[in-house]
């Protein structure tokens, strides 16, 4: 077994840490419904899953032609997005102890979302993963989100870790083609898992998501890689 000594790991949010996923579907479903939009589908909303809620609803706004303007969009949604996600978010059990077996090495770990800082914030304190996640860098601080490298890399700078002693743990095409493009290793835990076949720059890919996903595995990996 390898030493894990220069390695830094930076986990994605939703949809690979926790099961916020429903929240975010719920808080755009009744944003739009808000708005006149009542047919807004769980599969319309997992075309979105992998880029920033900024994003989202821009497209979102487009494409239904809303009125008000993007910013004012983003607050609403994000208003409700956190009311649910103080007390309806779920860890996923084997990433808890993914995280706790790299925490107990010693290992730098970050998370770096499309979420806001608040969502951020709220999400890692309310599942008590804050504890070990004390770096976390959200797209809105950055120039551009996933899938360009832009949050990843500020991870990385806040750790003081060179990209390519980083693995990203995503769970969405877009976020592991910005792992590929920040020069780190990737692996990819799909959340959708008949895409599997897309994340072809993943390093890992573990095709059920997070029915397969364990911890054991997942460190066993690392330190042999």
Not at 146 to 175: H, I, S, T, Y
Request: hydrophobic fraction near 45%; glycine fraction near 8%; include cysteine.
């Amino acid at each position: 077994m390898s030493d894990l000594s220069n390695l830094s790991v930076i986990f994605d949010l939703d949809g690979t840490l926790v099961d916020s996923e429903p929240n975010y579907y719920e808080a755009t479903r009744q944003l739009l419904a808000g708005h006149g939009v009542a047919d807004f589908t769980w599969a319309e909303h997992e075309r979105f899953v992998g880029i920033s809620t900024l994003e989202t609803l821009t497209l979102l706004r487009d494409r239904h032609g809303l009125r008000p303007p993007v910013a004012e969009l983003l607050a609403e949604t994000n208003r409700r997005y956190l009311e649910l996600a103080r007390t309806r978010t779920r860890a996923y059990p084997e990433m808890r102890k993914f995280v706790e077996l790299l925490a107990a090495e010693g290992v730098p770990l970050a998370v770096a979302s499309g979420s806001s800082p608040e969502a951020i914030e709220a999400i890692l304190t309310g599942t008590g993963l804050g504890g070990h996640l004390r770096t976390a860098v959200s797209a809105d601080e950055v120039p551009r989100g996933k899938p360009a490298p832009d949050v990843f890399l500020e991870a990385a700078r806040r750790l003081g870790a060179a990209p390519a002693d980083c693995v990203v743990l995503e769970d969405a095409v877009p976020g592991t083609a910005a792992a590929h493009a920040a020069g780190m290793r990737c692996i990819a835990i799909p959340y959708v898992a008949a895409q599997a076949d897309q994340f072809g720059t993943a390093d890992l890919v573990i095709r059920g998501g997070q029915t397969e996903f364990t911890a054991r595995v997942a460190y066993d990996w690392l330190a042999s890689a």
